[in-house]
T-cell receptor, first 110, second 112 residues
């Protein structure tokens, strides 16, 4: 299957700090997606990206679709305690085939 | 309320005892999928369905079966569970042409 490498694996940050994480793939994807998973729940979509170079924001979150279509980045500005969770990138190849990254676990220290 | 439901939420079973995890969505979505989530591996797609009676293998289909006899339901069947199928399972659905998947709450399975 497709390999999506997500880094960092975990982050411990102070409240108010900015966060950056990224995802790289050996394959080209048509769509890049970023999800957040809270403990005990399923992932929830944060941002969807549709074309190379696209930069999209959702509140304090900003994500970019890499120019090569093999990578994507997510930034969270001014982190708050409710940002705690696991963040996943995902790539959509075609139809209903989705491939997820290994996740970045974020801990925000008040 | 629009949602994806899964049952059971927790299940402990023994090797070889057939089991079914149900998934139902009330949003009239065409696409449905099953994923398993394992530590360090993220979510991996097991099977997906693009509509009634249309299913296809995902990345890790071995040891699983699915069926889609009705649009709202997409059960996951483990005919002969093995310990390596111990995992957290998620069902998801979405509208055709939309990338937003709605995930269920998850089913935690332990196979002894």
């Amino acid at each position: 299957g497709q390999q999506l490498n997500q880094s960092p694996q975990s982050m411990f940050i102070q409240e108010g700090e900015d966060v950056s994480m990224n995802c790289t793939s050996s394959s080209i994807f048509n769509t890049w997606l970023w999800y957040k998973q809270d403990p005990g729940e399923g992932p929830v979509l944060l941002i969807a990206l549709y074309k190379a170079g696209e930069l999209t924001s959702n509140g304090r979150l900003t994500a970019q679709f890499g120019i090569t279509r093999k990578d994507s980045f997510l930034n969270i500005s001014a982190s708050i305690p409710s940002d705690v969770g696991i963040y996943f990138c995902a790539g959509q190849l075609r139809g209903n085939q989705f491939y997820f990254g290994t996740g970045t676990s974020l801990t925000v220290i008040p | 309320e629009a949602q994806v439901t899964q049952n059971p939420r927790y299940l402990i079973t023994v090797t070889g005892k057939k089991l079914t995890v149900t998934c139902s969505q009330n949003m009239n979505h065409e696409y449905m999928s099953w994923y398993r989530q394992d530590p360090g591996l993220g979510l991996r797609q097991i099977y997906y369905s693009m509509n009634v009676e249309v299913t296809d293998k995902g990345d890790v289909p071995e040891g699983y079966k699915v069926s889609r006899k009705e649009k709202r339901n997409f059960p996951l069947i483990l005919e002969s569970p093995s310990p390596n199928q111990t995992s957290l399972y998620f069902c998801a659905s979405r509208l055709a042409g939309r990338e937003t998947q709605y995930f269920g709450p998850g089913t935690r399975l332990l196979v002894l």
